[in-house]
């Protein structure tokens, strides 16, 4: 079904902007996007054996019926296989494909795919044109956004990578639906922190329609999906590279979320659902530190309740978790930060409150087997 295509601009620094398309069957369109980027190309669709089963033969179809020169570069599935293999693997294609015409990449997946292929596209020949097209709710409302591009090293996540920015993210709402509802759920964490870090009015519309989202051509779907790309790139114009403490809101409940994957050791949790258990947490901090009120942080748990989302984390114990904390920071930015509520709608940057209080936090959360 073909919806009303709803569009945004993402303005990262002083002239410069790209478009967000969000609509249902706009994948459609892509040869037209991809002629209004270059007349004369050869495009390259990087995507996974998952999405690929669903979703590409028609995809290739259109594009060479509209008289396009792609191929496409399969990758394995999985966090696993965000690594140097799978960036060696499509530079090397790029190379093959690689002739006198300009070559474009559409990373066409969720966001392992479009780290990986972003960043292929980031440094082939120093950067070549970026279409992305999610096709994970977490990559629609946020990886595809704002450049990060990346891969992973045995050291630690994302460790390779560069800002990059695309020339067009387009948003085909219809791909959902052949994902599974667990990806969906986990989207949702992500979701639903919009609303908490910016966006009261946001997070009150999610409170009232957050069980109609899983209908993937669903007006509250569409709306929530403009909704969280606002956000975002509103986001990432006034802090692009992450260094102005704005973009940092976006990893609230991330602190917790990274420790409670690493200590359950990423089976028990996937990484939404261990960012809904932190934001609880995250919120939790902050009514302790004085500044959300204990209605607000009902309001929370409720909503991520009602997403089907967990909040208690099994598995682990307060003080592993203060643990995996402390080895991340070392690893990281060298200080323990925390992004705090001071209401819904309203986050900010902190240093870390005391360490009692983040264990009484954990211990609250924490159940045994
Ligand atoms: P993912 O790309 O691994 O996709 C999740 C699963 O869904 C995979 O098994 C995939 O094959 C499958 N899938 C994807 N689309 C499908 C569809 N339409 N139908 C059926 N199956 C489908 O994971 P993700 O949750 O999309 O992204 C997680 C990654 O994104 C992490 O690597 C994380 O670091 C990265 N990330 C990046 C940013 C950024 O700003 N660049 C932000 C957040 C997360
Ligand atoms: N998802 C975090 C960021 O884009 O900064």
Redesign the pocket.
């Known amino acids: 079904m073909e919806t009303t295509t709803r569009e945004l601009k993402v303005r990262p620094g002083p002239g410069r902007e790209y478009p967000i398309l969000i609509g249902n069957g706009i994948l459609r369109k892509l040869p037209e996007h991809i002629r209004r980027i270059s007349g004369s190309c050869r495009v390259l669709v990087v995507t996974?054996?998952?999405?690929g089963r669903?979703?590409l033969k028609p995809v290739m179809k259109n594009l060479s019926g509209a008289g396009i020169d792609a191929e496409a570069e399969e990758l394995p599935?999985?966090?696993r296989y965000?690594n140097f293999g799978s960036y060696q693997k499509i530079v090397r294609r790029l190379a093959g494909l690689d002739d006198a015409r300009d070559l474009i990449v559409v990373a066409f997946?969720?966001?392992?795919?479009?780290?990986l292929a972003?960043f292929a596209a980031a440094t082939y020949r120093r950067g070549i044109p970026l279409i992305q097209a999610p096709?994970?709710l977490?990559?629609c409302v946020?990886?595809s956004v704002?450049g990060?591009?990346g891969f992973d090293l045995p050291q630690g996540?994302?460790l390779v990578g560069s800002f990059y920015q695309p020339n067009l993210v387009l948003i085909d709402l219809d791909?959902?639906k052949?994902?599974?509802a667990h990806?969906f759920q986990?989207?949702m964490a992500?979701v639903i922190k919009y609303g908490l870090i910016l966006d009261e009015r946001f997070f009150a519309r999610l409170e009232r329609e957050i069980v109609m989202l899983p209908a993937h051509d669903s007006a509250p779907l569409a709306a929530a999906v403009e909704r969280c790309c606002a956000i975002k790139a509103k986001v990432v114009g006034r802090d692009e590279r992450d260094t102005k403490g704005v973009r940092a809101m976006l990893n609230f409940g991330h602190t917790f979320a990274h420790a409670i994957e690493a200590a359950c050791g990423y089976a028990t949790y996937s990484?939404?659902e261990a960012v809904a258990v932190g934001m609880i947490c995250a919120a939790e901090l902050s009514a302790r530190s004085g500044y959300l009120k204990s209605n607000d942080l009902e309001r929370i748990e409720r909503l991520i309740e009602k997403a089907g989302l967990p909040n208690k984390i099994k598995g682990s114990t307060a003080d592993e978790l203060i643990e995996y904390m402390q080895r991340d920071k070392k690893t990281r930015t060298g200080k323990l930060r925390f992004i705090l509520l001071e209401r819904i709608g309203r986050a900010f940057v902190s240093d870390a409150p005391p360490l009692k209080d983040i264990r009484a936090v954990l211990k609250k959360r924490i159940v045994s087997f």
């Open positions: 996974d054996k998952n999405v669903f979703h599935v999985g966090e965000k997946g969720g966001g392992v795919v479009g780290d972003g096709t994970t977490l990559a946020d990886s704002g990060k591009t996540k994302n791909t959902l052949t994902l599974p990806e986990s989207g992500e990484h939404g």
